[in-house]
T-cell receptor, first 113, second 118 residues
Framework: LAKTTQPISMDSYEGQEVNITCSHNNIATNDYITWYQQFPSQGPRFIIQGYKTKVTNEVASLFIPADRKSSTLSLPRVSLSDTAVYYC??????????????FGKGTKLSVIP | GAVVSQHPSRVICKSGTSVKIECRSLDFQATTMFWYRQFPKQSLMLMAT?????????EQGVEKDKFLINHASLTLSTLTVTSAHPEDSSFYIC??????????????FGSGTRLTVV
């Protein structure tokens, strides 16, 4: 499984755009990049997933360069409720069956009023 | 979307007693469920993979006789912490994959169980 590296923590003011970059130098051809959000005392929640280029949904954007060795989660105009730990995962996406997800250390985002 | 219900959300037990945690997939069937443990300010660590109708697969360093897993149906897996000790106090989270789900990887996590052993 590809290992991921993220900043341990980040601070941001409300209303700003936050970009969290994750390094995954040994990502495999079949690997997808997925980001989860976790609030204290809750299970992780899926945010966004991508394979290459750019993916956008209602809560975030995910930028993946051509070499796929890194990815950047972009949160537009963060609010206090975005304070959480964000995990970047690289996993093999199989159409059938289940496999364990491996979590790295994550990035603790603190949004300041 | 797929929902995984975990119960109880928090439990306090005396040292030496056993505690059972339930994980249910509410609107999909899960032949495989995963149990994670998370200590304060740390990441999730996989404990075991629960397989419906067969024995669970435990990660290295996880005592299978202490953490009993039963996956008797396609929608329910249970984790029993036997003879709990204070060092077992942690946040336990289950996860399952909705193979028919369209969102992301299809993995959904329960809300977690905070176990405190006193």
């Amino acid at each position: 499984l590809a290992k991921t590296t993220q900043p341990i923590s980040m601070d941001s003011y409300e209303g700003q755009e936050v970009n969290i970059t994750c390094s995954h130098n040994n990502i495999a051809t079949n690997d997808y990049i997925t980001w989860y959000q976790q609030f204290p005392s809750q299970g992780p929640r899926f945010i966004i997933q991508g394979y290459k280029t750019k993916v956008t949904n209602e809560v975030a954007s995910l930028f993946i360069p051509a070499d796929r060795k890194s990815s950047t989660l972009s949160l537009p105009r963060v609010s206090l409720s975005d304070t959480a730990v964000y995990y970047c995962l690289v996993d093999y996406r199989s159409g059938a069956g289940s496999y364990q997800l491996t979590f790295g250390k994550g990035t603790k985002l603190s949004v300041i009023p | 979307g797929a929902v995984v219900s975990q119960h109880p959300s928090r439990v306090i037990c005396k040292s030496g007693t056993s505690v059972k945690i339930e994980c249910r997939s509410l609107d999909f069937q899960a032949t495989t469920m995963f149990w994670y443990r998370q200590f304060p300010k740390q990441s999730l660590m996989l404990m075991a993979t629960s397989n419906e109708g067969s024995k669970a697969t435990y990660e290295q360093g996880v005592e299978k006789d202490k953490f009993l897993i039963n996956h008797a149906s396609l929608t329910l897996s249970t984790l029993t912490v036997t003879s709990a000790h204070p060092e077992d106090s942690s946040f336990y989270i289950c996860s399952a994959r909705d193979l028919l789900g369209a969102m992301g990887t299809g993995y959904t996590f329960g809300s977690g169980t905070r176990l405190t052993v006193v």
